[in-house]
C-alpha cells in the first residue's frame, strides 16, 4: 500500500543519512544529531520510523561508541587539591561551580555511553544506567555511585532553583558552595570524586 511505501522510503532515508553520518562520528554536527537521536522518544506515529534502532545496529553501535566515549569523559568535575570544589574566580559567576556542566551532564553522557554500549533503548537516564548494569555495559557499582550523584546533583540543583525563585532572580545553575551545609558540601565533594573514579575507570577504554 501508499502508506506502507511511504513508511519504507522514510526508513531508508534514516538509515542513508545515519551511514553518511558515521562515516565521520568524530565530526560536532553529527555527534549532536547522534545524541537527540538517542536521547528522543516516538511520541506519535508508527514505532517503525523511529531510527534509534538502526544506530543501535552492532556495526553502528561500534562506529559510535569511541566518539560517545570521548563525549563521556569530556566534562571534569570541579574538583581540586584535596578534594576542594573548584568555583569560578572572576566574572559574573565568581565564586560558584555550575552543578549542570560540572556534574548532571557528566552523568547523563555516562549513561547514554553506557546504554549504547548495551544496545538498551530505554533514554531516561536512571533506567540507562539500570539497563547497562544489567546487560553487563557498566560496573553494577558504578552504576549505583552514577545513580546516587544524579539524585543528589537533581536535588541540589532543584534547590538552588527554588530559593532563586522564591528571591525574585532568574533561576540558573551556578551554585555557590558557601550557601550549603557542611554535611551537602561533603556529600558534593564526595560526589564529585566518585563520578572522576567511574570517569577514570572508563577511559581504560579509550583508544
Known amino acids: 500500500c501508499s502508506i506502507g511505501r511511504r513508511r519504507a522510503r522514510m526508513t531508508g ?7 553518511n553520518w558515521l562515516q565521520n562520528p568524530g565530526d560536532e554536527k553529527v555527534l549532536i544529531a547522534t545524541s ?17 534502532p538502526i544506530l543501535l545496529e552492532p556495526e553502528n553501535r561500534a562506529a559510535l561508541l569511541p566518539t560517545m566515549l570521548r563525549l563521556a569523559l569530556a566534562l571534569k568535575l570541579p574538583t581540586g587539591f584535596r578534594g576542594n570544589i573548584v568555583v569560578e574566580s572572576s ?11 560540572g556534574g548532571l551532564l557528566a552523568v547523563v553522557d555516562i549513561a547514554r555511553f553506557a546504554a549504547l554500549n548495551a ?18 555495559a557498566i560496573e553494577p557499582a558504578h552504576a ?26 532568574e533561576p540558573d545553575d551556578h551554585v555557590d558552595p558557601n550557601e550549603l551545609s557542611e554535611l551537602a558540601r561533603r556529600y558534593l565533594r564526595d560526589a564529585f570524586h566518585e563520578v ?4 577514570k575507570s572508563l577511559s581504560s577504554g579509550l583508544v
Open 119 to 136: 544496545g538498551a533503548k530505554v533514554t531516561a537516564t536512571i533506567e540507562r544506567l539500570r539497563a547497562a548494569s544489567e546487560l553487563g
Open 144 to 169: 549505583r555511585t552514577l545513580e546516587e550523584a544524579y539524585d543528589l546533583f537533581s536535588t541540589l540543583r532543584l534547590e538552588h532553583q527554588i530559593k532563586q525563585l522564591a528571591r525574585g532572580d
Open 13 to 19: 532515508a534514516w538509515r542513508r543519512s545515519i551511514g
Open 36 to 52: 537527540i537521536l538517542l536521547d528522543g522518544r516516538t511520541v506519535y506515529g508508527p514505532a517503525e520510523l523511529d531510527p534509534r
Open 91 to 101: 566574572g559574573e559567576h565568581s565564586g560558584t561551580f555550575d552543578i549542570k556542566h
Open 196 to 199: 572522576a573514579g567511574v570517569q
